[in-house]
Nanobody, 131 residues
């Protein structure tokens, strides 16, 4: 079983910064994609930033940033630690949300590859930005 745990959320004043971390635990799995989503109050979950095609893509990973946070948020990955981070700067009240880590993970290792590709979600971490 693979588990994702987010950390780094909290309360911050407008203009401040936070760094979210998503750690994975388990064994015998391969991470093909890691993403950050957020759920704004009263709204559905939306993609914030992601890294895809880590194993399947020839470039080793493609980064995507939502237009709403481009220039303020940066996503990064630590391959050795199987972790992903979201550096958030110049935060505003509109960034207040529950932030979720998501991963596309290969499991069921075989001598020639993997049995399946599945989606995993963390429990979420609250980010609250005051004006």
């Amino acid at each position: 079983q693979v588990q994702l745990v987010e950390s780094g959320g909290g309360a911050v004043e407008a203009g401040g910064s936070l760094r979210l971390a998503c750690a994975t635990s388990g064994s015998d799995f391969g991470i093909n994609g890691m993403d950050w989503y957020r759920e704004l109050p009263g709204k559905s979950r939306e993609l914030v930033a992601g890294i895809s095609g880590i194993m399947t893509g020839g470039t080793g990973g493609n980064t995507n940033i939502a237009e709403s946070v481009k220039g303020r948020f940066t996503i990064s990955r630590d391959a050795a630690k199987n972790a992903v981070y979201l550096q958030m700067t110049d935060l505003g009240p509109s960034d207040t949300a529950v932030y979720y880590c998501h991963a596309e993970i290969f499991t069921g290792r075989t001598p020639t590859g993997w049995d399946r590709l599945s989606d995993y979600w963390g429990q979420g971490t609250q980010v609250t930005v005051s004006s």
